[in-house]
């Protein structure tokens, strides 16, 4: 009944369209397509904490693993790397501000003096470890809580892209977690949030959501592909993932056919997971991932208008939470695309549109992916995820 009703609702749009003349169609197409200029802020100015990282296993987490991260971006450092393993919290976090003080540049108004020991020799006096390299300690890897896009002067203006620290009471642990039923390349950072007298007892508290209200995670196919080593050091070191996991993600990153692996990018490795559509921004990149496949795909594009006249427009802004679902009374088997909810109000960008393509509705399917020989690799991906 759900694919009836879908066909129903494209033929009436069709039935009762006033389409515009051509020449009109194609300058309002012209205006939409419009590129922007692309500025990125990045986050070094702005406040961040040093988080002394002894673990991501769940397990072993303790109150020294805490941290408060409200209002700041955060930069991992190994502590493990920096003092024995034999070695107290306290000493450990002591010996980590040493190296970070040597680090930081001195107040402009007063003249830098020149430290008693050279920072290297004053590192490996610490770590004691000959084989460590000082800049590994020296280039932590910085975590903040969003990648959002701030438009100027409309669709023509300047387009900046910033990263925001992390919302206020955001105090807990990072943890390793591979989701249920899902490859081991699909593993992620997530941040658990606790008390402090909690933070032992991973059952306790709940995982922090981003902007978007799905669970903030730093992938294991970034991790792999870091040019700072220490982030893959500690998961195998708590025996969390295996040489050949992180050999898999990056020679999947290094396959992605002409693209490459963002941060950022949502990750979909099964039916009914939800990912973020952003219906103004044509540089989102989605991602599917299997035990031995990543591709991508632009997910703004299922949104698009395919008829000649309007070159493959989206003719709406806004954004969504959507996911894929099986269909099941059709055959062969098919998936749909379904809006879980609307998190940005969508407007139709062109005036007296036909609304060959629907107004995305939140509860509601948008169109059937049809299986053609075009997408039927995409099709068979999530059909073999049921």
């Known amino acids: 009944m759900q694919v009836v009703y879908l066909a129903r609702r494209y033929a009436f749009a069709v039935t009762y369209a006033r389409p515009r003349p051509l020449s009109w169609r194609r300058t309002c197409l012209n205006s939409l397509q419009s590129q922007y200029t692309t500025r990125v802020v990045a986050p070094a100015a702005e406040p961040s904490v040093a988080y002394n990282l002894r673990t991501l296993d769940p397990l072993r987490v303790t109150p020294h693993d805490y941290v408060d991260l409200s209002d700041v971006h955060c930069k991992l450092y190994d502590v ?173 990153c290094r396959r992605a056919a002409g693209r490459t692996f963002a941060r950022w990018s949502p990750l979909i490795y099964q039916l009914n997971q939800p990912f973020y559509v952003d219906l103004s921004d044509r540089n989102v990149v989605s991602w599917l991932l299997d035990e031995a496949f990543l591709g991508s795909f632009k997910p703004r594009l299922l949104f698009s208008d395919t008829r000649a006249d309007y070159k493959g427009v989206v003719p709406y802004t806004g954004s969504l939470l959507c996911h894929f679902e099986s269909i099941q009374r059709v055959e062969p088997p098919n998936i749909a695309l379904r809006i879980v909810k609307v998190l940005e109000d969508v407007r139709c960008m062109i005036p007296n549109y036909d609304g060959y393509v629907c107004m995305p509705a939140e509860g509601e399917f948008l169109k059937l992916i049809v299986r053609c020989s075009a997408c039927s690799a995409f099709v068979d991906f999530f059909i073999s995820k049921k």
Not at 138 to 157: E, I
Not at 170 to 197: I, Q, S
Request: aromatic share 6%; with cysteine.
């Open 80 to 252: 493990n790397q920096i003092a024995p393993a034999s070695s107290s919290p306290e000493s450990s976090e002591k010996a980590l501000n040493e190296i970070i003080e040597m680090t930081l540049e001195p107040p402009a108004s007063s003249p830098p003096e020149p430290p008693e020991k050279p920072l290297n020799e004053l590192i490996q006096n610490i770590i004691k470890q000959p084989a460590v390299s000082p800049a590994s300690l020296l280039s932590p890897v910085t975590l903040s809580y969003a990648r959002v896009v701030v438009r100027k002067d409309g669709q023509t203006g300047v387009q900046e892209i910033r990263h925001l620290p992390f919302p206020s009471n955001t105090h807990g642990f990072l943890y390793y977690h591979t989701p249920p039923d899902a490859p081991p390349t699909a593993g992620e950072l997530r941040f658990h949030l606790v008390r402090r007298n909690d933070a032992g007892r991973p059952q306790k508290g709940y995982d922090l959501l981003n902007n978007h209200g799905i669970p903030w995670s730093y992938p294991l196919l970034a991790i792999a592909m870091e040019s700072s080593p220490f982030l893959r050091n500690i998961l195998l070191r708590d025996g969390l993932v295996t040489e050949d996991v992180l050999t898999l993600c990056h020679r999947l």
